[in-house]
């Protein structure tokens, strides 16, 4: 019987022509694969690339602010005031007792004629302000302070702006100079772009994410728990399953709809706070903490439960002992992943009105407060030219959050990873 | 065939320190053990045999309901430990699988220190008194289980960089640390090399007495090097348990006989 089917089949040519162009085809083959693949990565580094570089190159300018030199004499303009004055707790008032503006302005005007202060952004006096409660020894000379230019003059130096502001920019060509934007770090929304700076959106974005990270990491955290080591598998648990799956990819604005709804509406939680912000992230991230920390449980192999079970740990140590910290890293990647997302989402917090023109950082979950995709979406919509730069800075700030929490999800998945 | 034979009952002096009667498991609707009852002694090892499939590891899981993790799993009849029934509700199955201590096939260290591996069932159970004491439980169970000469050094490294056959000594000094009455086995020696099985069957040796021992293997030399007496499975059945130099020399059962002789399995 053996011999029969072996004297029916031809006996293969390994070496013959046929094989040579299936060996050929292969090679082809894996070229083709190599060359589709080479190309995906380098379209999408290309896109990255562009998009960093123009981010970068935009955004870099909203850092710097261009200035003009004005010369204050001090001891002539506040008739000898003592810098010992502006120390203390009132230091603040006496500088308005003083009418810092106005001699602020009136330097302006001498040295630059009676337009000057339109040269000048409306708040320049306050950099003044800011001068003389750092170092109040500087009331004593006359001294040279750089004070930015309003918006208009700024975007006609760094780029083109209108003539009539160009025509000012080119009599004055070289006096100009650029110095750090620090306002743009440490001040709030303002109606000036010269003086908006993106604190109060970072501490909002920051507050947000806490009340979000408070909320939805244990509440995610357990249930993923619960439902991978406690819950019988049976209809109800599958349906459960399902819905949660469902929920992580229900439309971000919904989930502001929802907030809307249920916190602002129902509850009466005050309005445009971090605290219905971070409550309706939550809503939104808890899926996904959920899915992924299913996951990383069970990724856990199961020989560590039967160890843990059979030398008499309860089921609860079996998980808190045992299998939550080997899912840790897993749960904190998909967890950071997810905070990630919350902390890029403009649309849901549009719902609940954290798109209020915030001019003073909120100091805490109640206050009125903004977040920084928000406000990038506020400033993209400004008319005035001189917040275009601005939101490109801001979206490199946003970016710059986003890297370092996704360093952190790295670092934290390599601290706790357990080596098997 | 008499009948003590089948049901593996002892007739000798001195009372067992397990017995089981009339068990059966089913997963779902499938049976998996058919009325076994045997008795386990302190001062012997008992090794179950049987072809693969015959329901030894889920007999040996049922001794310190393991079972119960798996939610298909049901038994019934009868399993005293020194006469107390494990599956009433009055038993705590926590501190049963603590009494009754189980090494599995596959050596499974936590991935922790070989130190914490040992003193992490000790701790649980309140059993150290002290960091010295604790220290002390440790280096006995290393001691036991023929390790800490190999270990003494690096008691904080990694339990899971350990060669396999130490891994799965270290397994066993973690289920002596809880001080156990009973430690079952389910083919402890499967996954190792010649060597480290050698090292694990003297270990067998010098914890017989101190723990009453059960051990599944598939390998018919090995039980009959390590074991005094000697269960054949088959199909879900005992077929044969006694003495194990009775089974191997002059068994009772014809299809004993067949599997110890190697004409199927
Ligand atoms: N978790 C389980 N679910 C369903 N059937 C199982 C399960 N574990 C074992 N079985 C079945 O029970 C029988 C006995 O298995 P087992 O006890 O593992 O045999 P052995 O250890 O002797 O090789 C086999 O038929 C096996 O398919
Ligand atoms: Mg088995």
Redesign the interface.
Known sequence: MNSLTETKRRPTDWQGAEMQKRIAGRYAAERRFKAMGITAIVLSAGFLAFLLIVMVGNGFRGFTQTELPVEIDFPAVTSGASPSQFEGPNAEANLQVMGLREIVESSIEIQYGREGSDLFSPGAWTSVSAKILASPDIVRQKATVYLPVNSEIDVAYKDAGNPEAEQKVQALRDKFSTGFNWNFLSNSDATDPMQVGIWGAFKGSLITMIVTLLLAFPVGVLAALYLEEYA??NRLTDLIEVSINNLAAVPSIIFGLLGLAVFLNFFGMPRSGALVGGLTLALMTMPVIVISGRNAVKSV?P????????????PL?VVF??VLP?ALPGILTGTIIGMARALGETAPLLMIGMRAFIATPPSGITDPATVLPVQIFLWSDEVDRGFVEKTSAAIIVLLLFLLIMNALAIYLRNRFE??? | MTDSAKTGMTTESGTPKMTARNVDVFYGDKQAINNVSIDVNMDSVTAFIGPSGCGKSTFLRCMNRMNDTIPIARVTGEIKLEGEDIYSSKMDVVQLRARVGMVFQKPNPFPKSIYDNIAYGPRIHGLATGKEDLDEIVESSLQRAGLWGEVKDRLQDSGTALSGGQQQRLCIARAIAVDPEVILMDEPCSALDPIATAKIEELIHELRGKYAIVIVTHNMQQAARVSQKTAFFHLGTLVEYGETTDIFTNPREEKTRDYITGRYG
């Open positions: 019988p598998k192999p020989s560590i439960r039967e160890a843990a079970l059979g030398i008499g740990a309860s140590q002992h045992h080997l357990t080596r098997w």
